[in-house]
């Protein structure tokens, strides 16, 4: 189940990165404007993907073309669902804080 689902995921994932990478690559002039151009596209989706910080909300519909932020959230769902974590078990009353 859940570790069939995850290689296949990491495996859809790898080859989305791979195809925009050398789709952004591929026309342009020199290795250094590729390295340029993809590095930027690669901070763009880690900006929009949500885990750094809130998402903007004029930015919102980029986060649907974020190939980033579909493979983090199959992996997060994958591991984590069906599961009950409780951080404040250990503190008696943690209202008090």
Sequence with gaps: GAF?????????????????????????????V????????ALLNVA???F??????????LCFISYMRWGFGAFMINQFKGTYVDLCSDVKNPTSL
């Design 52 to 61: 750094l910080a809130q998402v903007p909300v004029w930015w919102g519909w």
């Design 34 to 41: 590729a390295i340029g151009a993809v590095a930027l596209y």
């Design 4 to 32: 069939f689902f995850f290689m296949f995921a990491h495996f859809v994932y790898s080859l989305t990165a791979c195809a925009i990478t050398l789709s952004i690559a591929a026309p342009l002039p020199s290795m250094e």
């Design 48 to 50: 929009i993907m949500g």
